[in-house]
């Protein structure tokens, strides 16, 4: 017997939702009787002019075969499907062969999927309770989700699922019939910057090692070294900041050219390998450029990782230089457990998060371009700590999607801007605009031209949750 | 064919015009921006267009701005939004709305209108001068600048061999230039004199139109008056791209400011540069020198791949910005676009303006895309 925790927790991640990127009388139409959350046989048997949903259908270990349909100028997409009702009183919308509900002939609407138990899986990490396999940083790379063979990880599920259910809520309050389009029901697509400032100097050991790796490398396997190697090395030896530091304030000046803000996450304490690459020193000169409008976040160190005194020793040397108490964050190298670190970051006073990403996928983790709330699935309980699931970060951009690279965020934009939604988009400031990597070179221009050429506005993880905790 | 200034209602119908004939994605707020929610505040506002059957076949309009010169405050227009349908040139439409326009300048005492344009017979006809050229200043950044660069030069011929050759060229120029001007910002002192401190702009700052006032003092002449509001249009509520303003301070009186931004084109553009510090005791051509820097690490450092600003004409600060310029490393190229004047007859005219030499001019006053 499912408690109501979990039905309540979903109704309000939907609605907390529908409050960022629809309009007020549509958000508050969801927390309505219109819309109701039972069992299947109860659904089923359920009259009138409502949508019900059934919260004990169960989600496959690996999604069934999706389907697709039109929606509001854009395509989603659809999986596990629910059981048709029996009987000739239930008919399939908009047909059949590619349905997105049920409606009963006295007006009550079911949805065609496992709208529930998908929701409920993707916000509460449902795969990675499943699935042992971890990568050698101990984390759920996209390469171990089932999602990725069925071409799933590039859906925010939530986001069409909530659009659905509003065109559809809405709609069903005037004519009794759901729709498929939204009519000004949705605000513009948002964009949420963010910089892992790693590495703020070139000039560190570990970055000059790799470069002079490379060039010994080469050597002795009796090929041509690649000259640029010692270029570099030598390069930022003289001049640290460059391509580095610069490259933070020249992504400043950028934004503020596109009315853009982001957040900074710092990186202290440990040095090393998977550590702080960059002196403490060189963060309040940081510091001394960040605009007040744009954010401050910790990027907590890979050793932080569980460890209370650690992370605490991080917190305490950032918050020596910086007057406001650190609430949001992102961890190095996407080093994060979903079932752990979210009551240990709050016991710090983070309420935002944004690490649930791929490091090496372009997609969304949690099938969500937005925020929702943690949940805690042991006492099923939601936490007052929030998650913007990171779903762009700029190397993985271009390794996935290389010259197409632009063109997809754009896509993503798109479809975005036909169903609300929130894209985060990471940039490491040495990525930025670094002729080293001479494939990002040009790169956060191109995103930032394509933003607003959607139209998209702009808030930081920090802005986009603090609208719901008001 | 019905021709009058523009009424609600008609907004969309004349940005679907624009967009129509030139490819353009204007928004509407970028049209409202530029032509409605600008400086001047006042209806009708000054667009014309001209109208057949239902069918938007032309368009002109003004930008009001307000500029000064030592008698004080004036307005006048900048010329905008010159469109007409190619079926129907040849049936004086241009003039047509013209003369709807110069009768809404002669009713709001507009003293002047100017403009921009490769295509200067139109305007001469219907009496306007060709006083000037803009003129380019430039530092490259890197050899890609010669994509963009040569897309804003007029071109002899579109196209074809000549350019592909004058393309290698301007490539290999360019590597050398850039590795001179390299040289030189590295030899520029960064080192900022004491008592003074440079700050980024966060807002516009309240003394902007004092400053404005104390430089048509310092260095004579006439340019567009920089108050808060006018900054805050032009340069920081710019729906097309907004520009980064480091001010110069002297304790907390502000000296002066230079604006630069990153175009679509991946250009850095020098905006604006303006320094009035007679009663300081530094010297202009030091803070010019300290700003122009601050304008090129700062477009450097957003990943642009050359910065460009104007030289106009013989005007004292523009002389010594130039100068200060190629100090830095930047190169001066003569060529432009021409600068079209109309001299409205019913205004006096003003002590600024003897002759065009007078005029300050920076890249303030394109007013829109920066194109």
Redesign the interface.
């Known amino acids: 017997m499912m408690t109501t925790a979990p039905v309540e927790y979903v109704r309000a991640q939907i609605t907390n939702h529908a409050r960022l990127f629809f309009t007020e009388p549509a958000a508050r139409l969801l927390q309505s009787d219109a819309i109701r959350f039972l069992t299947y046989a109860e659904a089923v048997a359920m009259r009138g002019r409502q949508i019900v949903i059934p919260v004990d259908l169960p989600v496959p270990p690996v999604p069934e075969l999706p389907w697709q349909v039109q929606f509001n100028g854009t395509v989603l997409t659809l999986w596990n499907r629910a059981p048709h009702p029996d009987g000739d009183h239930w008919r399939a919308i908009p047909n059949e062969t590619a349905p997105v509900w049920y409606q009963h002939v006295s007006g009550t609407l079911m949805p065609s999927w496992n709208l529930f138990g998908n929701t409920f899986d993707l916000l509460t990490f449902g795969e990675e309770q499943r699935l042992s396999q971890r990568d050698h940083h101990d984390r759920f790379a996209a390469a171990f989700s089932p999602r990725l063979e069925r071409g799933l990880l590039e859906v925010p599920a939530v986001n069409e699922t909530v659009a659905l259910v509003v065109a559809a809520v809405v709609a069903m309050s005037h004519t009794g019939q759901p729709s498929f389009t939204l009519d000004c029901l949705s605000g513009p697509p948002v964009v949420v910057l963010s910089h892992d400032c790693d590495a703020l100097l070139g000039n560190d050991f570990w970055t000059q090692s790799v470069r002079l790796y490379r060039f010994i490398q080469s050597l002795v396997r009796l090929r041509l070294p690649r000259l640029s190697n010692l270029w570099w090395l030598a390069r930022n030896a003289v001049t640290p900041r460059r391509f580095y530091f ?2 933070a ?3 400043i ?2 934004e ?4 853009y803000t982001s957040t900074f996450y710092l990186l202290n304490g440990s040095g090393g390998r998977f550590g702080a690459r960059s002196p403490f020193s060189v963060i309040p000169q940081l510091l001394e450029h960040i ?3 744009w954010d401050i976040g910790i990027h907590y160190n890979y050793d932080t990782f569980l460890n209370q005194d650690r992370f605490a020793a991080q917190l305490e040397q950032l918050q020596e230089v910086v007057s406001h108490q650190f609430v949001s964050g992102r961890a190095h190298y996407l080093k994060f457990d979903p079932f752990r670190s979210f009551s240990f970051l709050q016991q710090f006073g983070i309420y935002v998060d944004e690490s649930s990403g791929w490091a090496d996928y372009v997609g969304y983790r949690n099938g969500i371009a937005g925020c929702f709330q943690a949940y805690d699935t042991e006492k099923q309980l939601p936490l007052d700590i929030w998650e913007v699931p990171m779903v762009i970060m700029e190397a993985a951009l271009i390794k996935q999607h290389g010259a197409d690279a632009v063109n997809f965020v754009e896509r993503q934009l798109q479809h975005l801007s036909c169903i609300g939604g929130a894209l985060t988009i990471l940039v490491h400031p040495g990525q ?2 670094n002729p080293e990597h001479r494939q990002m ?2 790169i ?2 191109e995103l930032l ?1 394509v933003c607003r ?1 959607m ?1 998209a506005i702009t808030h930081t993880a920090r802005s986009l949750v603090d609208q719901l905790r008001r | 064919m019905d021709i009058r200034l523009i009424s609600s209602g008609d907004e969309a119908a004349c940005n679907d015009f624009h967009n129509r004939l030139y490819r353009h994605h204007r928004t509407m707020s970028q049209w409202r921006w530029e032509f409605a929610d600008n400086t001047y505040g006042q209806t009708p506002i000054p667009f014309a267009f001209a109208k057949v059957d239902d069918k938007i076949v032309g368009t002109q309009a003004f930008i009001p701005i307000r500029m000064i010169d030592r008698d004080g405050v004036y307005w006048t227009a900048k010329s905008e939004a010159t469109l007409v349908d190619p079926d129907y040139r040849g049936q004086r439409l241009f003039e047509k709305m013209y003369e709807l326009l110069f009768r809404y300048a002669e009713e709001h005492e507009f003293s002047y209108v100017w403009g921009f344009t490769p295509a200067i017979k139109a305007f001469t006809r219907l009496e306007f001068t060709v006083p000037g050229v803009t003129q380019q200043l430039f530092m490259p950044f890197s050899s890609r600048s010669v994509t963009a660069m040569l897309g804003k030069l007029p071109r002899d011929r579109p196209g074809g061999a000549r350019d592909r050759i004058k393309a290698a060229t301007l490539r290999a120029g360019i590597t050398a230039a850039r590795m001179a001007s390299a040289v030189s910002i590295a030899l520029t002192s960064r080192k900022l004199p004491s008592g003074l401190e440079i700050r980024t702009m966060q807002e516009p700052d309240a003394q902007a139109g004092n400053c404005c006032k104390r430089f048509i003092e310092q260095w004579g002449g006439t340019t567009i008056y920089r108050d808060s509001n006018y900054l805050r249009w032009r340069l920081f509520e710019n729906p097309y791209v907004k520009s980064v303003v480091r001010a110069i301070y002297e304790g907390d009186e502000l000296l002066g400011w230079t604006a630069y931004t990153l175009g679509d084109d991946g250009l850095g553009y020098l905006v604006d540069m303006l320094i009035s510090c007679d009663e300081s005791r530094y010297k202009p051509s030091s803070l010019i020198r300290i700003l122009l820097l601050e304008a090129v690490l700062g477009t450097r450092n957003m990943g642009a791949t050359g910065i460009r600003g104007w030289r106009v004409n013989q005007h004292p600060f523009d002389r010594l910005v130039c100068r200060e310029a190629r100090k830095v490393g930047f190169y001066h190229i003569k060529r432009g676009h021409s600068v079209v004047l109309y001299n409205c007859p019913a205004q006096r005219v003003r002590a600024g303006y003897g002759k065009f030499d007078d005029w300050y001019i920076s890249r303030i006053y394109t007013e829109g895309v920066l194109s």
């Open positions: 610069d490259n304030t020249g992504m000046d950028i503020r050219c596109f009315g605009p007040p409008s930025f605009f070179l040009g956060y221009h031209k050429r139209g």
